[in-house]
């Protein structure tokens, strides 16, 4: 395993290179100019010509281009058209805030996800499953702006228990982390379900039933490990939509991660930090599929990776 992880770890390299240039193509055809940004709106064309010049939008793309390789393979993402700060920098005060979101809320969503779909498989067609899907549908149709707006309303303002904006305390990550992980829980739920449901129909799940296993172990000892592949599989690339997509409640919460970050150089056309982003997107989904792979191996022992 351990070469089939060093082979995907030097095939992510020639992704990412191709990544770039659709990265670099797409953040330039946002509309707008950030040089007249920058400039002012009270500035002249001579001076918006100088601030082009000086941010090197001046030279033919391919150019622009080859520069902004040359400078990411010395590990160099630029500098902030906005704070002219490093956009590592920019980054990696955004990061975690991001991060620690995306954990609160994966952690319940596999919680709650797991014990609905279980519940659902296992008492199908009766209340409890009618219940459960019932939840799951409404997680994943609600949309994202509108249950975190009726979260600040209800726990915040009227009731006064969880702050409305920014990182405090812990209770600062409880209803962007529900707001953010009710879609996913709907989603591992259904997919649980669904999965679980198939394996409970096999042949050695009757075995174990006819050997007198209790219905707890047959379920959750038996049955749940091997309806488990599907379910992580999906589980993984909710985690990156996680990390990487949290713009919505980012934005709602004014949470001071990389959402909300990307919001803001989008408005200032604010070409590094996007595509620096961008980038650090796409490398999280690229690690985040090799683990999922890992764990296949982990989970199903009969799985080789040559």
Same mark, same amino acid.
């Not at 500035?43 to 281009?65: F, N």
């Not at 591992?188 to 039933?209: P, Q």
């Given at each position: 395993?351990?070469? &089939? ?7 992510? *390299? ?15 055809? $946002? ?29 033919? $793309?391919?150019?622009? &281009? ?27 005060? @955004? ?13 319940? =969503? ?7 779909? #279980?519940?659902? =498989?296992?008492? @199908?067609?009766?209340?409890?499953? +009618? ?10 149709? %609600? ?10 309303? %209800? ?17 600062? +990550?409880?209803?962007?982390? #529900? ?7 709907? #989603?591992? =739920? @259904? ?14 799940? @009757? ?15 038996? !049955?749940?490990?091997?309806?488990? $592949? ?16 949290? *713009? #919505? ?21 604010? +070409? ?9 997107? !796409? ?11 890992? %764990? &296949? ?7 080789? +990776?040559?």
């Amino acid at each position: 395993m351990f070469l &089939y992880i060093v082979r995907r770890l030097f095939g992510i *390299i020639p992704t990412l290179m191709i990544v770039t240039i659709f990265i670099f193509m797409f953040v330039h055809l $946002i509309p707008g100019d950030p040089a007249r940004l920058i400039a002012g709106p009270d500035a002249s064309y001579q001076d918006i010509e100088l601030v082009r010049q000086e941010l090197g939008l001046d030279k033919p $793309i391919v150019t622009q &281009y080859l520069t902004y390789m040359s400078n990411l393979l010395q590990g160099d993402l630029g500098t902030s058209m906005k704070t002219k700060r490093p956009v590592f920098d920019e980054i990696a005060d @955004r990061f975690m805030p991001t991060f620690w979101l995306t954990i609160w809320s994966m952690a319940w =969503a596999i919680i709650f996800g797991l014990l609905i779909g #279980v519940v659902s =498989a296992t008492k @199908r067609n009766k209340w409890q499953d +009618y219940a459960g899907m019932f939840g799951a549908v409404s997680g994943i149709s %609600l949309p994202s702006f509108w249950l975190g707006l009726m979260f600040i309303q %209800l726990f915040s303002v009227k009731l006064g228990w969880f702050p409305t904006e920014g990182i405090d305390s812990w209770k600062s +990550y409880i209803l962007p982390s #529900v707001t953010l992980g009710a879609g996913v829980a709907a #989603v591992i =739920a @259904r997919f649980t379900r669904s999965s679980l449901m198939d394996t409970l129909r096999e042949d050695y799940i @009757r075995t174990g039933r006819a050997k007198g296993l209790k219905e707890s172990i047959v379920v959750w000892k038996h !049955a749940l490990k091997n309806a488990m $592949i599907p379910v992580v599989t999906m589980t993984g690339l909710q985690f990156g939509f996680l990390l990487g997509g949290s *713009i #919505v409640v980012e934005t709602v919460f004014s949470w001071p991660g990389l959402g909300r970050l990307l919001i803001d150089s989008v408005s200032f056309r604010d +070409y590094p930090v996007i595509q620096a982003e961008m980038l650090l997107f !796409a490398l999280e989904f690229m690690l985040i599929n090799l683990l999922v792979d890992i %764990l &296949y191996g982990i989970m199903n022992p009969q799985i080789r +990776y040559e």
